[in-house]
């Protein structure tokens, strides 16, 4: 019994494709290594391995970002809310990376989702408004505190992004949404390279 992998590759052979010269994209590197097994087995000379990534990795080379760690992330996140913070209301570090590493997470949601960013931040901040609307006008500092830093998500992302972007650096989200940014632009630099997606059931 044939893999499906080996059964792709015969595919390739018999179609007169130049294996060496494709750029294969599998779901991981482990992918990757069971492809390399492979290859021998449907080739009967020596070649030259064809280029074998993740799709992470694939991901990357269209966004022109590295990933960095979430420590990483939260210091540069840190960076942008102190600069954008009125003194008084600054949060030291340790607080301060409990609710951030929330909100990163939406921040890499909202990314990897394509949604358009300030409409999203405008939407929740208005909600917010309503959750805490009254009939009195005034407003306790508490809560005028509390809406103040919902009418500034969209400025913290904003310049947080910016930053990483910089940098050419980024978390998952941002790298995919550079990724589809970049697209058009590494088809038409790459017109004669041929990608192969191998071993995909689902693509978000």
Same mark, same amino acid.
């Given at each position: 019994?044939?893999?499906?992998?080996?059964d792709?590759?015969?595919?390739l052979?018999?179609?007169?494709?130049?294996?060496?010269?494709?750029?294969?994209? $599998?779901?991981?590197?482990? *992918?990757?290594l069971?492809l390399k097994?492979?290859?021998?087995?449907?080739?009967?000379k020596?070649?030259f391995?064809p280029q074998?990534?993740?799709?992470e990795?694939?991901?990357?080379t269209?966004?022109? $970002?590295?990933?960095?760690?979430?420590?990483?992330l939260?210091?540069?996140?840190y960076?942008?809310?102190?600069?954008?913070?009125?003194?008084?209301?600054i949060?030291?570090f340790?607080?301060?990376s409990?609710? *951030?590493?929330?909100?990163?997470?939406?921040?890499?949601?909202?990314?990897?989702?394509l949604?358009?960013?300030?409409?999203?931040?405008? %939407?929740?901040?208005?909600?917010?408004e309503?959750?805490h609307?009254?009939?009195e006008d005034?407003?306790?500092?508490?809560?005028?505190?509390?809406?103040s830093?919902?009418?500034?998500?969209?400025?913290y992302y904003?310049h947080?992004?910016?930053?990483?972007?910089?940098?050419?650096?980024? %978390?998952?989200?941002?790298?995919y949404?550079? *990724?589809?940014?970049?697209?058009?632009? %590494?088809?038409?630099n790459?017109?004669?390279?041929?990608?192969v997606? $191998?071993?995909?059931? *689902?693509?978000?």
């Amino acid at each position: 019994m044939t893999t499906f992998i080996f059964d792709v590759l015969k595919d390739l052979q018999h179609s007169g494709v130049n294996i060496s010269k494709l750029t294969f994209v $599998l779901p991981s590197k482990r *992918a990757g290594l069971f492809l390399k097994h492979q290859l021998y087995k449907v080739t009967n000379k020596t070649i030259f391995s064809p280029q074998i990534i993740s799709i992470e990795e694939f991901v990357e080379t269209l966004s022109q $970002l590295k990933t960095i760690s979430n420590t990483e992330l939260l210091f540069e996140f840190y960076s942008s809310y102190v600069q954008l913070t009125n003194k008084g209301n600054i949060d030291a570090f340790e607080p301060f990376s409990k609710w *951030a590493q929330l909100l990163l997470q939406d921040f890499n949601e909202i990314d990897r989702h394509l949604i358009p960013q300030e409409k999203i931040f405008n %939407y929740l901040s208005d909600i917010q408004e309503l959750n805490h609307w009254s009939l009195e006008d005034k407003k306790t500092d508490f809560v005028k505190n509390y809406l103040s830093f919902w009418n500034k998500l969209y400025n913290y992302y904003a310049h947080f992004t910016q930053k990483l972007l910089n940098k050419n650096i980024g %978390y998952q989200g941002l790298i995919y949404r550079e *990724a589809v940014e970049n697209l058009e632009s %590494y088809i038409q630099n790459n017109t004669n390279k041929q990608h192969v997606f $191998l071993g995909f059931n *689902a693509l978000n």
